[in-house]
Each structure stands twice: as C-alpha cells, then as structure tokens.
C-alpha cells in the first residue's frame, strides 16, 4: 500500500484524533501554568506594598512572641496559650534567619496568600474547571480582608492557608493533605476545630462506615 493511500484507511482518524487530543492537552497545560504564574505576579505585587510599614498592636504582640515563645511582654499569663504557638514559632524561625524586622515578619503570610490563591485555583479546578479556579483565584486575589491579613504579622493567613489546603485534601480523598492541613490549621488558631465535623464525615466516608478504624483516626489525632 502507498503511503498517500494511508489517509483513506481507519487509521486516518485515530491518528488525527490522537494528535487533537495532543494539542489540546498542550494547550491546557499552558494556560494552567500561565494561569498560576499570574496569580503568584498578582499576590506578590499587590500585597507587597506595605510589608514595610509600622507594627499594629497584633502583630507587635506576635513579633514580641517570636523573640521568645511562650512568653508575652504584652501579657502577664506565665505560659501563653491564648492562641496556639505554630505561627509565632514559624516566625521564631524567620526571625533568627532574616532578622526581626516588619517585612521579614510579614514575609511568611504574603507567602501564605499566595500559597493559597494556587490552591484556590486548583481546587477549582478539581471540582470544576479550570476556568472556575482561575477566576475563584483571582476573586481572593483582591478580596480585601484577605489582601489585609497578607500584609500583616498576624497567623490569619496561615490558617486560611491551613483550611483550604484540608479542603483540596478532601476534595482528592487524600488523608495526608487533610490530616496536614487540619493538624496545621488547630496549631494556628483555635478555629481550626471547627474543621472537626468535616473531618469526622470525611473518614465515615472514605472508611465505608468502619467506627473501629475512624476512632483509631481519632485517637491518633488527639495524640498529635
């Protein structure tokens, strides 16, 4: 047979469809990671803009915490347990790497924001589409309260961060993104348990009803 008498044969189309198939793949791929790499440009110029500028008394309280956990000059409490210690201990960490000024010690929750927008965007995508995620995205991208716990010292960021990354982890069905971000967003604030009954659903589910396994579950996360 000539290979000009191969397009009127069935393999004609199978190897068309194979290379839309292809391109079409290609072309999502790219727009995914144009898509992300606006988002990340986006965070980052927008809620950039102050990091610098004066403490408020929030943040001056963590700040005074990370220089030495445990412990408030703001507070007479012996040992500080108003809220959970992994926010000021992460920035304890930055601290002793980077210094203590106001741009090191907002630097953690910008990154957070941005971390969080990524997420957005593909839990979107998840659940829907990707057109869903990028423009899910890009609303927390300029959403104002959100803009405002980027830009500050405070753990609001990181817990926003905590939350979505346990509901990406529900929505893959994968226990170490749930168990992450849960364990995470209860280090941070207080909140976080609120996660609980969510939680308790999503092992009911992903263990068919075992009471026996989903207690063992339990248990572990009170050890932890």
């Not at 849960?182 to 939680?199: E, I, S």
Request: net charge positive; charged share 15%.
């Amino acid at each position: 047979m000539k290979p000009s008498s191969l397009k009127n044969t069935p393999l004609a189309p199978l190897k068309g469809g194979i290379a839309r198939s292809f391109l079409e793949s290609r072309t999502q791929s790219l727009f995914m990671t144009a898509s992300l790499a606006t988002i990340i440009v986006a965070v980052l110029f927008i809620r950039a803009q102050n990091l610098a500028s004066p403490l408020y008394y929030d943040e001056a309280v963590y700040v005074n915490l990370a220089q030495h956990p445990f412990h408030s000059d703001f507070y007479d409490d012996p040992i500080f347990f108003r809220h959970p210690p992994a926010h000021y201990l992460l920035l304890a960490g930055v601290g002793k790497i980077a210094g203590f000024s106001e741009t090191a010690m907002r630097l953690p929750s910008l990154l957070f924001a941005a971390a969080t927008s990524i997420l957005i965007f593909m839990l979107g995508m998840r659940l829907f589409t990707r057109a869903v995620g990028f423009i899910a995205a890009l609303l927390l991208t300029f959403n104002v309260l959100n803009q405002q716990y980027a830009e500050a010292a405070t753990m609001y960021a990181m817990l926003a961060f905590a939350v979505t990354l346990c509901g990406y982890g529900f929505a893959r069905e994968k226990e170490w993104l749930v168990a992450t971000g849960f364990l995470t967003a209860v280090y941070t604030h207080y909140f976080g348990f609120y996660l609980a009954p969510a939680l308790l659903l999503f092992y009911y589910h992903t263990l068919e009803g075992d009471w026996k396994k989903i207690a063992r579950r339990i248990a572990l996360y009170i050890l932890a």
